[in-house]
């Protein structure tokens, strides 16, 4: 009997039913959450269930899982269990990627409508926020190991995927036609323009990076720049490109953390510029921060942050990030940043949200570290490579449906430090394009 088995009661009475599936242990969190596009998920014992239904615009996913235990994972924590099934090869990828698979899950909950994932209670959240607080406080010790931890894994996995400038952070996209090197020089002449530089003043770039945003500094304006950086292996190749640039008599790079230079260099700059540093820094550091900062600037000094935002109230780094990426990391709500700003007087003179950016720009990384799979999983191993594409996947959908985006934020010291009016960024930064 096709498609049928025979049911024997107490009394061995036959009784016809009709096979079915067992339910997945994951249909009540899917079951709930895909409502558009589809998601097929087959079981460790074959069996197979879809969740949605096609529609325009939402990919068609199937994943399979090889084991119970990946299943449970996902149960017990979806983000971190479902990053950690992934990396050992206890889910995979059928049909589609795992863009398509995090895009999916995201695109049905978007936090512009109101919508989450529900995937912790009330009291998984609250305990999540404590995990991030204790997480972030990050002391001086801690920030270095923290920072080495991302940073310090190799220059040449970065050189794979980013743009010939080495610029880890959010483009700046004008029109949406650019290449990422285009988009990573339109982002570095905002930022100029944003800081009213002029001839002879000294710049500080808080979190340099690979030194990419210092030099550029230099070569559009005749200033002096230092950056400053806790990853040796950013430090060693930053200074390389300045003495290739040629500006290595007005581009220094140092290996400090921001509070020592604040004890040393009290009113040093005019200048300072901090890019994609912030979401280090840790909520328990933010007024510290920003107190270092004004320490650091002349009475009359200018700041440009960078950073990328939550919209919204604040909230918690969640436990793949905490785990694998970011160690100490906590992405601030505008409402925090700028309340931690105004503990030292700092004026908050513009604000920009950049919405779709980063979105964008993570697009363009994952596809350069898919172009690079090969080199990647030579240099690190596959379970490195996926969980670097679960990353970068989780984090273009959290910019696209998620409740994240980037702020620039310019402060002054004082009030009479800047024109009237915002014309002179425009005049500017065509002046430096």
Not at 128 to 152: C, F, M, P, Q, W
Not at 186 to 214: E, F, N, S, T, Y
Not at 240 to 251: F, L, P, Q, S, T
Not at 263 to 279: K, L, N, Q, T
Request: aromatic share 10%; net charge positive; glycine share 10%.
């Amino acid at each position: 009997m096709n498609g049928m088995r025979v049911f024997r009661g107490p009394q061995g009475a036959g009784k016809t039913q009709k096979k079915v599936a067992p339910m997945s242990i994951l249909r009540p969190f899917l079951a709930r959450v895909i409502r558009h596009g589809q998601l097929t998920v087959l079981s460790p014992d074959g069996s197979s269930e879809s969740f949605g239904a096609p529609a325009a615009g939402y990919p068609e996913v199937t994943v399979r899982f090889t084991t119970r235990k990946g299943m449970r994972r996902i149960i017990l924590d979806p983000r971190l269990g479902a990053a950690e099934a992934f990396m050992d090869g206890e889910m995979e990828i059928v049909q589609g990627d795992i863009m398509e698979l995090i895009g999916l899950l995201r695109a049905n909950t978007p936090w512009d409508r109101g919508a989450k994932l529900k995937d912790k209670t009330a009291l998984g959240e609250w305990i999540e926020g404590v995990k991030t607080r204790l997480n972030s406080i990050n002391r001086r010790r801690s920030s270095r190991a923290n920072v080495a931890h991302h940073y310090d894994i190799g220059n040449d996995l970065y050189r794979l995927f980013l743009d010939s400038d080495m610029q880890y952070s959010c483009a700046y996209w004008p029109r949406p036609d650019m290449t990422l090197e285009e988009a990573q020089a339109a982002k570095k002449a905002h930022i100029a323009a944003k800081l009213a530089l002029a001839p002879g003043q000294r710049v500080l770039d808080i979190g340099c990076g690979w030194g990419g945003m210092a030099i550029t500094l230099a070569q559009l304006e005749k200033v002096e720049v230092m950056g400053i950086t806790l990853s040796e292996e950013q430090l060693a190749l930053a200074r390389e490109r300045a003495a290739a640039a040629g500006v290595a008599d007005r581009v220094r790079f140092e290996l400090i953390d921001y509070r020592d230079l604040a004890e040393r260099e009290v009113g040093g700059f005019d200048r300072i510029v901090s890019v994609g540093m912030f979401e280090h820094v840790g909520a328990a550091n933010f007024e510290t921060f920003f107190r270092a900062c004004a320490n650091l600037m002349t009475a009359d000094g200018v700041m440009l942050l960078h950073t990328i935002g939550r919209f919204g109230k604040p909230g918690a780094t969640d436990a793949f990030t905490r785990k694998y990426i970011f160690p100490g990391g906590y992405i601030p709500a505008l409402s925090e940043t700028v309340a931690a700003s105004e503990k030292s007087r700092l004026i908050v003179t513009d604000v920009e949200t950049l919405r779709l950016h980063y979105a964008l720009t993570l697009r363009q990384w994952y596809a350069r570290t898919l172009a690079h799979r090969d080199e990647i999983v030579a240099m690190m191993d596959e379970r490195f490579y996926r969980m670097w594409t679960f990353y970068l996947a989780g984090a273009t959908a959290a910019f696209e449906s998620g409740g994240m985006g980037n702020y620039q934020i310019q402060f002054a010291r004082s009030r009479h430090a800047l024109p009237l009016t915002r014309d002179y960024m425009a005049e500017a930064e065509g002046h430096y394009l």
